[in-house]
Protein backbone atom coordinates (compact mmCIF):
# COMPACT_ATOMS: atom_id res chain seq x y z
CA UNK A 1 0.00 0.00 0.00
CA UNK A 2 1.37 3.46 -1.46
CA UNK A 3 1.42 6.41 1.63
CA UNK A 4 -1.20 8.68 0.69
CA UNK A 5 0.03 11.94 1.64
CA UNK A 6 -2.40 15.78 1.28
CA UNK A 7 0.16 18.69 0.36
CA UNK A 8 -1.69 22.09 1.16
CA UNK A 9 -0.23 25.20 -0.31
CA UNK A 10 -1.35 27.53 2.52
CA UNK A 11 -1.37 30.57 0.45
CA UNK A 12 -4.63 32.13 -1.51
CA UNK A 13 -2.19 33.76 -4.39
CA UNK A 14 -2.56 32.59 -7.92
CA UNK A 15 1.96 33.07 -8.50
CA UNK A 16 2.52 31.84 -4.82
CA UNK A 17 6.03 30.61 -3.93
CA UNK A 18 4.38 28.49 -1.47
CA UNK A 19 2.38 26.72 -4.15
CA UNK A 20 5.10 26.19 -6.14
CA UNK A 21 7.50 24.68 -3.97
CA UNK A 22 4.08 22.35 -2.41
CA UNK A 23 4.43 20.97 -6.01
CA UNK A 24 7.66 20.25 -6.22
CA UNK A 25 7.44 18.44 -3.19
CA UNK A 26 4.11 16.47 -4.69
CA UNK A 27 7.20 15.67 -7.42
CA UNK A 28 9.75 14.21 -5.01
CA UNK A 29 6.99 12.59 -3.24
CA UNK A 30 5.48 10.65 -6.09
CA UNK A 31 9.27 9.93 -7.18
CA UNK A 32 9.18 8.28 -3.99
CA UNK A 33 6.39 6.09 -4.65
CA UNK A 34 3.49 8.04 -2.08
CA UNK A 35 0.41 9.14 -3.49
CA UNK A 36 0.00 12.62 -3.19
CA UNK A 37 -3.50 15.10 -2.53
CA UNK A 38 -2.46 18.20 -3.80
CA UNK A 39 -4.61 21.26 -2.35
CA UNK A 40 -4.85 24.61 -1.82
CA UNK A 41 -6.17 27.03 0.61
CA UNK A 42 -7.64 28.85 -2.25
CA UNK A 43 -10.32 25.65 -2.52
CA UNK A 44 -11.32 25.98 0.93
CA UNK A 45 -12.80 29.82 1.48
CA UNK A 46 -14.01 30.26 5.15
CA UNK A 47 -15.99 32.56 7.10
CA UNK A 48 -13.90 34.08 10.26
CA UNK A 49 -14.49 31.19 13.30
CA UNK A 50 -17.61 32.41 14.55
CA UNK A 51 -18.81 30.15 17.85
CA UNK A 52 -22.70 31.74 16.43
CA UNK A 53 -22.37 30.23 13.44
CA UNK A 54 -21.24 27.26 14.36
CA UNK A 55 -24.19 26.74 16.72
CA UNK A 56 -26.24 28.02 14.27
CA UNK A 57 -25.84 24.28 12.96
CA UNK A 58 -26.87 25.38 9.24
CA UNK A 59 -24.61 23.63 7.26
CA UNK A 60 -24.07 19.96 8.46
CA UNK A 61 -24.30 17.89 11.17
CA UNK A 62 -21.42 19.86 13.36
CA UNK A 63 -22.13 22.74 12.66
CA UNK A 64 -19.14 23.27 10.77
CA UNK A 65 -18.87 25.08 7.43
CA UNK A 66 -19.23 22.44 4.69
CA UNK A 67 -15.28 23.96 3.53
CA UNK A 68 -14.17 23.08 6.88
CA UNK A 69 -15.57 19.75 6.68
CA UNK A 70 -13.95 19.30 3.06
CA UNK A 71 -10.99 19.99 4.06
CA UNK A 72 -11.08 18.10 7.19
CA UNK A 73 -12.03 15.06 5.12
CA UNK A 74 -8.96 15.24 2.89
CA UNK A 75 -6.44 15.11 6.09
CA UNK A 76 -8.44 12.69 7.50
CA UNK A 77 -8.00 10.45 4.36
CA UNK A 78 -4.10 10.95 4.30
CA UNK A 79 -1.57 9.31 6.69
CA UNK A 80 0.43 12.37 6.32
CA UNK A 81 0.17 16.08 5.27
CA UNK A 82 2.51 18.84 4.20
CA UNK A 83 1.62 22.31 4.51
CA UNK A 84 3.43 25.16 2.60
CA UNK A 85 2.92 27.97 4.39
CA UNK A 86 3.81 31.90 3.72
CA UNK A 87 5.30 33.93 6.83
CA UNK A 88 3.25 36.80 7.69
CA UNK A 89 4.61 39.33 9.89
CA UNK A 90 6.67 36.50 11.78
CA UNK A 91 3.82 34.09 12.26
CA UNK A 92 1.16 32.28 10.15
CA UNK A 93 -1.18 33.66 7.79
CA UNK A 94 -4.73 34.29 9.40
CA UNK A 95 -6.81 32.72 6.61
CA UNK A 96 -4.31 28.96 7.97
CA UNK A 97 -5.27 29.89 11.28
CA UNK A 98 -9.07 30.21 10.56
CA UNK A 99 -8.78 27.36 8.86
CA UNK A 100 -6.90 25.38 11.61
CA UNK A 101 -9.93 26.77 13.94
CA UNK A 102 -12.43 25.63 11.98
CA UNK A 103 -11.20 22.21 10.81
CA UNK A 104 -10.09 21.49 14.88
CA UNK A 105 -14.27 21.67 15.87
CA UNK A 106 -14.45 18.84 13.81
CA UNK A 107 -15.24 15.52 15.31
CA UNK A 108 -13.18 13.04 15.56
CA UNK A 109 -10.85 16.39 15.39
CA UNK A 110 -8.60 15.10 11.82
CA UNK A 111 -5.50 16.52 13.26
CA UNK A 112 -4.64 13.92 15.62
CA UNK A 113 -1.78 11.78 15.39
CA UNK A 114 -1.88 12.86 11.37
CA UNK A 115 1.85 13.18 10.77
CA UNK A 116 3.16 16.44 9.04
CA UNK A 117 6.22 18.21 7.77
CA UNK A 118 6.06 21.59 7.21
CA UNK A 119 7.95 23.67 4.41
CA UNK A 120 7.79 27.69 3.54
CA UNK A 121 9.22 29.79 0.89
CA UNK A 122 9.64 33.64 1.25
CA UNK A 123 11.77 36.32 -0.52
CA UNK A 124 13.66 36.81 2.14
CA UNK A 125 16.74 35.52 3.67
CA UNK A 126 14.52 33.98 6.88
CA UNK A 127 12.54 32.03 3.86
CA UNK A 128 9.43 32.06 6.59
CA UNK A 129 11.03 30.00 9.14
CA UNK A 130 9.65 31.45 11.93
CA UNK A 131 6.34 31.29 10.79
CA UNK A 132 6.59 27.23 10.65
CA UNK A 133 7.81 27.51 14.29
CA UNK A 134 4.78 29.49 14.82
CA UNK A 135 2.91 26.78 12.71
CA UNK A 136 3.90 24.36 15.14
CA UNK A 137 2.28 25.03 18.49
CA UNK A 138 -1.54 24.90 17.12
CA UNK A 139 -0.51 21.69 15.34
CA UNK A 140 1.04 20.39 18.31
CA UNK A 141 -1.34 21.36 20.45
CA UNK A 142 -4.15 19.38 18.43
CA UNK A 143 -2.20 16.24 18.22
CA UNK A 144 -0.26 16.29 15.20
CA UNK A 145 3.02 14.79 15.10
CA UNK A 146 4.94 17.12 13.39
CA UNK A 147 8.19 16.36 12.32
CA UNK A 148 11.05 17.79 14.08
CA UNK A 149 13.10 19.00 10.21
CA UNK A 150 11.42 21.54 8.88
CA UNK A 151 12.16 22.97 5.06
CA UNK A 152 12.50 27.08 4.23
CA UNK A 153 13.61 28.46 1.14
CA UNK A 154 14.71 31.68 1.23
CA UNK A 155 15.01 34.03 -1.51
CA UNK A 156 12.51 31.89 -3.20
CA UNK A 157 11.57 34.36 -6.21
CA UNK A 158 14.85 33.55 -7.47
CA UNK A 159 14.89 29.79 -6.21
CA UNK A 160 12.82 28.24 -9.05
CA UNK A 161 14.28 26.90 -12.50
CA UNK A 162 11.54 27.14 -15.13
CA UNK A 163 11.18 23.21 -14.55
CA UNK A 164 9.82 23.82 -11.25
CA UNK A 165 13.05 22.43 -9.81
CA UNK A 166 15.29 24.78 -7.06
CA UNK A 167 18.43 26.60 -9.16
CA UNK A 168 20.16 25.00 -5.93
CA UNK A 169 20.83 21.87 -7.04
CA UNK A 170 21.91 20.54 -3.48
CA UNK A 171 19.29 22.32 -1.64
CA UNK A 172 17.03 20.06 -4.15
CA UNK A 173 18.81 17.01 -2.96
CA UNK A 174 18.34 17.93 0.69
CA UNK A 175 14.47 18.60 0.52
CA UNK A 176 13.91 14.97 -1.89
CA UNK A 177 16.23 13.56 1.86
CA UNK A 178 13.96 14.97 3.78
CA UNK A 179 10.63 13.71 2.41
CA UNK A 180 12.37 10.45 1.74
CA UNK A 181 13.21 9.95 5.77
CA UNK A 182 9.79 12.01 6.61
CA UNK A 183 8.05 9.20 3.87
CA UNK A 184 9.78 6.63 6.68
CA UNK A 185 8.97 7.81 9.97
CA UNK A 186 5.42 8.20 8.74
CA UNK A 187 5.69 4.37 7.72
CA UNK A 188 6.59 3.53 11.27
CA UNK A 189 4.31 6.09 12.94
CA UNK A 190 6.84 7.68 14.73
CA UNK A 191 6.40 10.25 17.64
CA UNK A 192 8.58 12.53 18.34
CA UNK A 193 9.79 14.41 22.06
CA UNK A 194 11.54 17.60 22.45
CA UNK A 195 13.85 17.37 25.55
CA UNK A 196 16.49 20.40 25.90
CA UNK A 197 14.72 22.02 22.91
CA UNK A 198 16.21 18.74 21.04
CA UNK A 199 13.93 16.88 19.15
CA UNK A 200 14.15 12.74 19.22
CA UNK A 201 11.90 9.82 18.03
CA UNK A 202 10.17 7.32 19.59
C1 LIG B 1 4.83 39.20 4.20
N1 LIG B 1 6.05 38.63 3.82
C2 LIG B 1 6.93 38.20 4.80
N2 LIG B 1 8.03 37.42 4.47
C3 LIG B 1 8.85 36.96 5.44
O1 LIG B 1 9.79 36.24 5.15
N3 LIG B 1 8.64 37.30 6.74
C4 LIG B 1 7.60 38.05 7.14
O2 LIG B 1 7.43 38.30 8.33
C5 LIG B 1 6.70 38.53 6.15
N4 LIG B 1 5.61 39.27 6.49
C6 LIG B 1 4.63 39.54 5.56
C7 LIG B 1 3.43 40.09 5.95
C8 LIG B 1 2.42 40.30 5.04
C9 LIG B 1 1.10 40.84 5.50
C10 LIG B 1 2.63 39.94 3.68
C11 LIG B 1 1.53 40.14 2.67
C12 LIG B 1 3.80 39.41 3.28
C13 LIG B 1 6.37 38.40 2.40
C14 LIG B 1 5.90 37.02 1.95
O3 LIG B 1 6.88 36.07 2.32
C15 LIG B 1 5.72 37.01 0.45
O4 LIG B 1 4.67 37.87 0.10
C16 LIG B 1 5.48 35.62 -0.10
O5 LIG B 1 5.57 35.65 -1.50
C17 LIG B 1 4.13 35.06 0.36
O6 LIG B 1 4.00 33.73 0.01
P1 LIG B 1 3.27 33.24 -1.36
O7 LIG B 1 1.93 33.89 -1.41
O8 LIG B 1 4.17 33.68 -2.48
O9 LIG B 1 3.20 31.77 -1.23
Redesign the pocket.
Known amino acids: EPLRILVL?A?L?A?????RLALLAERLLTDAGAVVDRASLRDFPLPPYDGDVEDADVEDADGVPATAADLGRRIAQAQAFLIAA?????SIPGALKNALDWVSRLRPQPFKDRHALLLS????L???N??LWALRVPLEHLGTRVYPDMFSLAA??QGFTDTGDLADTGLQDRLAETLQTFLGLVEADTRYVCLERRWYEF
Open positions: SSRESLNTPEYNAASPSVGGRGAH
